[in-house]
């Protein structure tokens, strides 16, 4: 069998994302040869645990990453500062510290400045994810066929970023490297404004009168039920996502502010090759997406 990549490989936070990793880790055996889960709480531990999906559980930071050559996060975004000074002082010299948090400049920000000299970091995303949450949500394909997104800071150790682009190859992922901030941008579009949108619109139909909001529960057609699978998500992760690109995430929002009162303007005017116009467009990405095998 080939080698695997790290000796011992920590998981801060086992929810959907890291008991994904944790699932294909033990499943293949050529990524660690020890897995370690790391969670906030004992009884996800537990739960870890009782599903055999890691080597050992840990409850106390220091002592999980205690000889680790890995580290990797996959806690909500908010908590990164905290964990990584909390373990900066106890991570071996030549060890890699990766995450893999939905927004890259602040994690840049939040855990860099605590690594110590000797440290690597190799921030990513892998883009690939459901609804739901938790040790029991992850599952060995998620990540198959997805990209995940690596944003190593200037001067980063080239080998550290091969070592995480092997682990992500091998979890079934493609990889792309690119600069941060490019990063927020196009995860601003692709991902954090549509589960923006979907918030609202289940709150604006949530604020119908009662009648009305009866009957949107009873004949949602398949538009709004779409919409109330994204609102489904965790509200801390996406919480801790708004905050943590708010910048990208409200320029985005003011192009979607426009477009959306243009089309108003267009539906008050009867403006119908406007409106066609739009609807085509929307096709065609769709088209595209599905020629791309990514829908
Ligand atoms: P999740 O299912 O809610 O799991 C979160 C995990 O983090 C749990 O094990 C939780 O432990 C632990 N945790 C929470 N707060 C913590 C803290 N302060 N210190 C230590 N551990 C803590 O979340 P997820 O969906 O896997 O998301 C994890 C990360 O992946 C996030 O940064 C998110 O941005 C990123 N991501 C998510 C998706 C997605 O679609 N879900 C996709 C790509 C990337 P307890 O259960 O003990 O609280």
Known sequence: ?????????????????GSSVARIARARGDIARVVVANARTEATLARVNELGIADVCEIDLVRAVEGADCVMLCAPVGAYAALAAAIGPHLAPGSIVTDVGSTKQSVIRDI???LPQGVHFVPAHPMAGTEFSGPDAGFVELFRGRWCLLTPPPGTDPQAVERIKMLWERCGASISVMDPAHHDRVVAIVSHLPHLIAFTICGTADDLAD????????????????FTRIAASDPVMW???FLNNREALLEMLARFTEDAQAMARAVRWGDSSYIEDKVNRGRKIRQALLDLHQA
């Open 239 to 241: 919480r801790d996502v």
């Open 211 to 226: 009648e009305t909001r009866k009957e949107v529960l009873q004949f949602a057609a398949s538009g709004f039920r779409d």
């Open 112 to 114: 860099g400045p605590h």
């Open 1 to 17: 069998m080939t080698e695997p990549i790290f000796e011992r490989l920590v998981l801060i936070g086992v929810g959907l994302i």
